[in-house]
């Protein structure tokens, strides 16, 4: 579990951030070291969303993630490069903000659950962190359904109802 990047014993995870607030698709914990790209290879994300992300007249949807994740149809991310048009730039600009408000969902556990960032006292192989960050993102989901949160008044979209969120 040694990120040799940032020093440390880590876990990961991966998961999509919905714009009406919810924590979607958690996939791990994996090791801190894996790259983003194997992890969304392994979590099966991309073959889901080429079976199912159209819309209603069957264009294909896609979700955004940042420069580590590979382009395809359904997973698109930010222009790259020396020659990028205005166009681009001006894409790059305004999902730049779009992404912040992904990183305020997991910033929302770390918040409401303080315990889960006391290294101190989470030990790979001596708890269980990666079912623990697993009912905290489950639990924080549960209160945006009650609450709302950041992200869902920044897209100004509603979070289901408790009952439809756990049915």
């Known amino acids: 579990m040694y990120n040799g990047h940032k020093r440390v014993h880590a876990i990961k995870f991966q998961s999509v951030a919905l714009p009406n607030g919810l924590i979607a698709n958690l996939y791990g914990p994996v090791e801190g070291k894996r790259h983003d790209a194997g992890i969304v290879a392994e979590s099966g994300l991309l073959h889901d969303l080429e079976r199912h992300a159209f819309s209603t007249v069957g264009q294909p949807l896609c979700i955004y993630g940042d420069p580590a994740y590979p382009l395809r149809v359904h997973l698109q991310g930010p222009f790259q490069g ?25 910033g929302d556990i ?58």
């Open 82 to 106: 020396a020659a990028l048009t205005p166009q681009m730039e001006m894409f790059n600009g305004s999902m730049s903000s779009v992404r912040v408000s992904v990183e305020w969902l997991f």
């Open 110 to 167: 770390l918040n409401y659950f303080k315990f889960l960032d006391f290294k101190k006292y989470l030990k790979v192989g001596l708890s269980n962190i990666g079912k623990t960050y697993v009912i905290c993102a489950l639990m924080r989901n549960a209160l945006t359904c009650l609450y709302g949160n950041q992200t869902s008044e920044f897209f100004e979209l509603e979070p289901p109802s408790l009952q439809e969120y756990f049915r």
